[in-house]
């Protein structure tokens, strides 16, 4: 017999992958803390894996494009509107970071000449896109609940009652 | 072959919004029509870094990421880190709030209706 092979569901991937976007973007907000290298370079890798998210979830970006004047509901519509300002922001916000990059496009070779006006821009938003990205936690807070239930407290959860009844078959054996 | 293509438009949603942030900076900065740039322009560098050392000093998301006294850091310091996990929450639960409130209120009102007079 073939050992079962285990299915590891969307979401749960989804869910991991959004945890460590999020983990990811916070720290990239602090070259304070992490040094303008990693702040640099994580900001690039970020963009990357927004491009994973937007692939992940392109059924529904195709869904309410196609239908956004006619089917789409209005909360699907606020979304769809929320998270396009998140991409450009977030794509403005990576673009003027490469523009006054001090490590990261330096290290390539690279060097472009330090603007005020693209460290003003680079600065705002990257503010922007913080309360942007509260809007969209704030908008998507069922789905993260459930799933954060789902694949984190239960199996947890599971795992220590496991544990628990594990401890009375010794006790009856014993 | 789908996902390329899919990858291949992200890429162009991107570069044309980089593409137009770069001709929004080079206009504005060819104006001098922003304060910073102003600065720039007229040679007063002095002033400039003066507004940078007060930017620094606590203004916006992130107070002395870049420029001024304050972002010289000794050491790890997750404080900024910090402080945007608690913007970003706040902002959720006021948002999630006002959302249970009108869920709330339509309960309601379905509710009134539903009754018969």
């Given at each position: 017999?073939?050992?079962?092979?285990?299915?590891?569901?969307?979401?749960?991937?989804?869910?991991?992958?959004?945890?460590?976007?999020?983990?990811?973007?916070?720290?990239?907000?602090?070259?304070?803390?992490?040094?303008?290298?990693?702040?640099?370079?994580?900001?690039?890798?970020?963009?990357?894996?927004?491009?994973?998210?937007?692939?992940?979830?392109?059924?529904?970006?195709?869904?309410?494009?196609?239908?956004?004047?006619?089917?789409?509901?209005?909360?699907?519509?606020?979304?769809?509107?929320?998270?396009?300002?998140?991409?450009?922001?977030?794509?403005?916000?990576?673009?003027?970071?490469?523009?006054?990059?001090?490590?990261?496009?330096?290290?390539?070779?690279?060097?472009?000449?330090?603007?005020?006006?693209?460290?003003?821009?680079?600065?705002?938003?990257?503010?922007?896109?913080?309360?942007?990205?509260?809007?969209?936690?704030?908008?998507?807070?069922?789905?993260?609940?459930?799933?954060?239930?789902?694949?984190?407290?239960?199996?947890?959860?599971?795992?220590?009652?496991?544990?628990?009844?594990?401890v009375v078959?010794v006790e009856v054996?014993a | 072959?789908?996902?390329?293509?899919?990858?291949?438009?992200?890429?162009?949603?991107?570069?044309?919004?980089?593409?137009?942030?770069?001709?929004?900076?080079?206009?504005?900065?060819?104006?001098?029509?922003?304060?910073?740039?102003?600065?720039?322009?007229?040679?007063?560098?002095?002033?400039?870094?003066?507004?940078?050392?007060?930017?620094?000093?606590?203004?916006?998301?992130?107070?002395?990421?870049?420029?001024?006294?304050?972002?010289?850091?000794?050491?790890?310091?997750?404080?900024?880190?910090?402080?945007?996990?608690?913007?970003?929450?706040?902002?959720?639960?006021?948002?999630?709030?006002?959302?249970?409130?009108?869920?709330?209120?339509?309960?309601?009102?379905?509710?009134?209706?539903?009754?018969?007079?």
């Amino acid at each position: 017999m073939e050992p079962e092979k285990k299915k590891i569901s969307l979401t749960n991937v989804n869910l991991l992958f959004d945890i460590v976007i999020f983990v990811a973007f916070l720290l990239s907000l602090d070259p304070y803390a992490t040094g303008h290298a990693i702040h640099e370079w994580l900001g690039i890798t970020l963009l990357a894996a927004i491009a994973i998210h937007l692939l992940i979830h392109w059924r529904w970006i195709e869904k309410v494009t196609a239908g956004f004047f006619r089917k789409s509901s209005t909360q699907a519509r606020l979304n769809y509107v929320l998270n396009g300002l998140f991409f450009i922001d977030f794509v403005v916000v990576v673009f003027t970071g490469l523009m006054i990059s001090e490590a990261a496009l330096p290290s390539l070779g690279l060097t472009i000449g330090h603007s005020t006006g693209m460290k003003t821009l680079h600065r705002t938003s990257a503010d922007l896109l913080v309360v942007i990205l509260g809007l969209h936690a704030a908008i998507h807070w069922k789905w993260i609940l459930n799933a954060i239930r789902r694949f984190i407290v239960q199996p947890v959860g599971r795992l220590f009652r496991r544990k628990k009844s594990n401890v009375v078959t010794v006790e009856v054996k014993a | 072959m789908k996902i390329a293509i899919r990858i291949l438009i992200i890429l162009l949603a991107a570069a044309l919004i980089a593409g137009i942030t770069y001709g929004i900076t080079q206009l504005s900065s060819g104006s001098g029509s922003t304060a910073a740039e102003g600065f720039q322009h007229s040679g007063e560098g002095g002033r400039e870094r003066a507004e940078g050392g007060n930017r620094g000093a606590g203004e916006g998301f992130n107070p002395g990421a870049f420029e001024g006294e304050h972002s010289h850091s000794t050491g790890a310091n997750f404080s900024t880190t910090l402080e945007n996990l608690g913007k970003i929450g706040i902002i959720t639960a006021i948002v999630i709030a006002i959302s249970l409130g009108l869920d709330q209120v339509k309960r309601a009102r379905h509710r009134r209706k539903s009754q018969p007079a």
